[in-house]
């Protein structure tokens, strides 16, 4: 198994309900890899910081720069207010360890549990 080392971002505002579910989910998906990575944490404090950023919303989750959620790249509604995430079990504030999984194989396949 090839072992890459992946950076990941977490980004997310002050008042996020779903952040601490998002980091647990996060860490958890991260731990099933058992690829090595640097996790950094981004505070979003403003949309001025949120366009820089190109922050999509609290609590968001990029993986060596590339969003988890599939077709964002286009999208430019950068600005602070809270993300929610499609999952097979409905709409939800976080994403499902399904969606980080798949953003983590999308950098290199062998990364599968």
Known sequence: ??????????????????RYAALKV?????????????LRHFLVTDDDEAIRLRFLGSPSIRINGSDVEPNTAE???????????????GFRGYPSEDLILSAIQATD?????
């Open 1 to 18: 198994m090839k072992i890459s080392r992946l950076l990941i971002e977490f980004l997310y505002s002050e008042d996020c309900p779903n």
């Open 26 to 38: 996060l860490e958890k998906t991260l731990k099933a890899t058992g690829v090595e990575y640097e």
């Open 75 to 89: 999208l430019s509604d950068f600005f602070l207010h809270s993300r929610i995430y499609s999952t097979l079990e």
């Open 109 to 113: 396949p062998a990364l599968a549990p």
